[in-house]
């Protein structure tokens, strides 16, 4: 089956800069890979959705890359703002998602 | 947007007692619902598949007569803890897609429901 790997240190940078997670899997090419905030007590809130063979997706200050070769997505935060401050979740799956631990990000006024 | 409703967020009860959870889906159709457990500061596991009108799909080691599984109508599903225990104490959070439950399509996450047993 899939493992969803993602760094589970949190990731503290400052206000202004840019917010990079990395979320690796191991086994098949998925055909889409999605990424989730979570708060704390909250459930997942959808943020992007990237496929096999889109390279990058964008949406507002976020951006998403999906590497086959690596086997890795990176998700990153431009002008990152305390209101960033959350768990993102890395997603894939055949129909219910598996996931990976999440990485906690920590933006620092 | 699709919005998920979770009831209760809260729960706090006996060791013994079971517990009923409701997740409906507000402004579409869901013939697929998911159960996902977290415990603090770990990832969602899948626990089971809800389908309407048909039974639910237990994840490998999860109790099918522990975690009832009830998708009566295409709007909502119910996750009925029996006999609870303090070892089922955890977040306990459901989620559906406009769709038929594929990859493909983004979940929308209820807000879970915080399981505590005395």
């Known amino acids: 089956s899939q493992k969803i790997e993602q760094n589970s240190e949190a990731l503290n940078i400052q206000e202004g800069k840019t917010a990079t997670l990395t979320c690796n899997y191991t086994?098949?090419?998925?055909?889409?890979l999605q990424w989730y905030r979570q708060d704390p007590g909250r459930g997942p809130v959808f943020l992007l959705l990237?496929?096999?063979?889109?390279k990058e997706k964008r949406k507002e200050r976020l951006k998403v890359t999906f590497d086959t070769t690596l086997k890795q997505s990176l998700f990153h935060i431009t002008a990152s703002q305390p209101a960033d401050s959350a768990t993102y979740l890395c997603?894939?799956?055949?129909?219910?998602?598996?996931f990976g631990s999440g990485t906690r990000l920590q933006v620092q006024p | 947007g699709a919005v998920v409703s979770q009831h209760p967020s809260r729960v706090i009860c006996k060791s013994g007692t079971s517990v009923k959870i409701e997740c409906r889906s507000l402004?579409?159709?869901?013939?697929?619902m998911f159960w996902y457990r977290q415990f603090p500061k770990q990832s969602l596991m899948l626990m089971a598949t809800?389908?309407?009108?048909?039974?639910?799909?237990?994840e490998q080691g999860v109790e099918k007569d522990k975690f009832l599984i009830n998708h009566a109508s295409l709007t909502l599903s119910t996750l009925t803890v029996t006999s609870a225990h303090p070892e089922d104490s955890s977040f306990y959070i459901c989620?559906?897609?406009?769709?038929?439950?594929?990859?493909?399509?983004?979940?929308?996450f209820g807000d879970g429901t915080r399981l505590s047993i005395l």
């Open positions: 997603g894939t799956g055949r129909r219910a998602l598996t």
């Open positions: 989620s559906a897609s406009g769709g038929a439950g594929n990859s493909n399509q983004p979940q929308h």
């Open positions: 086994n098949y090419s998925p055909a889409y």
């Open positions: 990237i496929r096999e063979n889109e």
């Open positions: 809800s389908n309407e009108g048909s039974k639910a799909t237990y």
């Open positions: 402004d579409f159709q869901a013939t697929t």
